[in-house]
């Protein structure tokens, strides 16, 4: 493996611990999360002006790349909102990433599909290999007690999520090699942050799944964690924001024009490793999670390292 294929693992990774901290983030604030994903990409999107040259190079870009991008930020958009919808219902972040397992699966589906290649086997029996890892977790989710969340919604809306994610991420592995990364997150997140000023427009409201009848300008804390303040919602959007969202997408969009989009998907499958153990230290949710929880995500895990262990030695043959 050279040098700019080990960089473009790197900042995937590195990306991918920072997606995992994003559902902490999620489960810390506590407005709705139509509010919280409506924040989170018009501020987002503005961060990349802030970046020299930026300007210039949007200027640059074709028009019609332009538009299609904004089209996927519509995906982009349904992905966030029922990502972070899942951890509100389920009053769960490692419940929601655990459904992050089927990010794999998904993808060794779409990808031939999609791109009319031929179903790779090693690709679809890893994929099935995470499935039995989300089965596991889905099956042995804590009992629901007095204040707890909606799990079985929370994981179904979850799964949903995650084929969002896989089929966006699918889709941009081959922008990814024509377009300027901040460019494309740019217009993805202006594209998924209309879509949301039209659903606000038209009040588009369904109880859990889309609250836009919740919809706050200015997100006030109202259950304070971590930080005792009304304000403190205005400190973790800025953070999701900026850092893990301007920062974290366009190292995982550069590292895509190295890899596959099923391996940055697979990749994607220690996303609820590292956020179940974030969630385990921040949010102590490791006191109600059962042995068989933790089971599922190390069948996750497995499967994600037999990948690397495969492709690397591949590589270097």
């Not at 977790?137 to 809306?157: H, Q, R, W």
């Not at 403190?232 to 893990?244: F, Q, R």
Request: hydrophobic share 55%.
């Amino acid at each position: 493996m050279n040098s700019e294929d080990k960089n473009a693992y790197l900042q995937l990774h590195i990306a991918v611990f920072i997606f995992g901290f994003t559902a902490i983030l999620g489960a810390l604030i506590s407005a709705d999360h139509f509010t919280l994903v409506w924040h989170r990409m018009w501020l987002a999107a503005l961060g990349f002006f802030l970046i020299p040259g930026f300007v210039k190079t949007l200027r640059n870009t074709d028009r019609m790349q332009l538009l299609k991008l904004t089209g996927i930020g519509v995906m982009v958009a349904i992905h966030w909102l029922t990502f972070y919808g899942s951890i509100k219902i389920g009053k769960s972040a490692s419940l929601t990433l655990g459904c992050f397992g089927l990010t794999s699966a998904f993808t060794s589906v779409l990808e031939p599909i999609i791109y009319r290649k031929r179903f790779v086997l090693l690709d679809v029996l890893l994929g099935l290999l995470a499935l039995v890892g989300i089965c596991i977790i889905a099956y042995y989710t804590p009992e629901e007690k007095a204040g707890s969340g909606n799990y079985a919604l929370a994981i179904a809306v979850g799964v949903f999520s995650t084929f969002m994610a896989a089929l966006f991420s699918t889709i941009n592995s081959t922008f990814a090699k024509k377009v300027d990364t901040k460019v494309m997150s740019f217009a993805e997140l202006s594209g998924g942050f209309l879509f949301l000023c039209v659903l606000l427009l038209f009040q588009v409201h369904v109880d859990e799944i889309l609250p836009v009848n919740s919809f706050n300008a200015v997100p006030i804390t109202v259950e304070p964690k971590l930080i005792d303040s009304k304000y403190a919602d205005l400190l973790w959007i800025g953070l999701l924001s900026l850092v893990c969202t301007n920062v974290a997408f366009v190292m995982n969009l550069n590292a895509m024009k190295r890899v596959s989009a099923f391996t940055a998907n697979l990749a994607i499958n220690l996303e609820p490793v590292y956020g179940i153990i974030l969630a385990a230290l921040i949010l102590k949710e490791h006191e109600y999670l059962t042995p068989q929880f933790y089971l599922g995500a190390g069948i996750i895990l497995l499967s994600v390292i037999i990948h690397s262990v495969i492709k690397s030695r591949a590589k270097s043959n």
